[in-house]
């Protein structure tokens, strides 16, 4: 059990354009969703949590207006890089917990985006 | 603020031999600590907790707060074991997680 699911799995986009990235929690109901960012042999950092029917909240220099998140349901995330530029190139994560005894975050498969 | 430090990029031992991944935190309240790993290909999955005080694939980890460490110990590696190995630490009001860089072990034949 506790299955996350990123799509797509990987993308390639133009620069200017905008790319969505959805998360699932298959079989359990998060309460909480997660994203990350992954840069080549480098840590998880976490760019911002998103709580189901609430506004989501960014790390200190994650530009909200660039990295929209939306957590309609409490099994579905969205994370749309909007106005893609090649810097925003990289491995972009999500997570998803529920409140219970582990309070265990499960994590996506992830989401590699190239912007050309 | 939370810290993760990992001190060690990469990590190389034989098979059998025991192994120490190094993790060291810093947070001004009382920690909650974890190991993930990271096989080849797969995604980031639990290994263990700190509260759990249990061995997972052969693997534990004690929390010393006088030390603030979390180091991961195997007694006897195998080469199954070889992944990237990342140190975290659980805080703040939404139960964020911040991770370490990461330690890269391969377990060689």
């Known amino acids: 059990g506790a299955v996350v699911s990123q799509h797509p799995s990987r993308v390639i986009c133009k620069s200017g354009t905008s790319v969505k990235i959805e998360c699932r929690s298959l079989?359990?109901?998060?309460?909480?969703m997660f994203w990350y960012r992954q840069f080549p042999k480098q840590s998880l950092m976490l760019m911002a949590t998103?709580?189901?029917?609430?506004?989501?909240?960014?790390e200190q220099g994650v530009e909200k207006d660039k990295f929209l998140i939306n957590h309609a349901s409490l099994t579905l995330s969205t994370l749309t890089v909007t106005s893609a530029h090649p810097e925003d190139s990289s491995f972009y994560i999500c997570?998803?917990?529920?409140?219970?005894?582990?309070?265990?975050?499960?994590f996506g498969p992830g989401t590699r985006l190239t912007v050309l | 603020a939370q810290r993760v430090t990992q001190p060690e990029k990469l990590l190389s031992v034989f098979k059998g031999a025991p192994v120490e991944l190094k993790c060291n935190y810093s947070?001004?309240?009382?920690?909650?600590l974890f190991w993930y790993v990271q096989y080849s290909r797969q995604r980031l999955q639990l290994l263990l907790r700190?509260?759990s005080r249990e061995s997972i694939k052969g693997f534990t980890a004690d929390l010393n707060k006088g030390e603030t460490s979390f180091h991961l110990k195997k007694p006897f590696a195998q080469e199954e074991d070889s992944a990237m190995y990342y140190c975290?630490?659980?805080?703040?009001?939404?139960?964020?997680?911040?991770f370490g860089s990461g330690t890269q072990l391969t377990v060689l034949p």
């Open positions: 997570s998803a917990s529920y409140l219970g005894l582990t309070d265990t975050q499960y």
């Open positions: 079989d359990f109901q998060a309460t909480t």
């Open positions: 998103s709580n189901e029917g609430s506004k989501a909240t960014y």
């Open positions: 947070y001004s309240g009382s920690p909650e």
């Open positions: 700190h509260i």
């Open positions: 975290a630490l659980m805080g703040g009001s939404a139960r964020q997680l911040t």
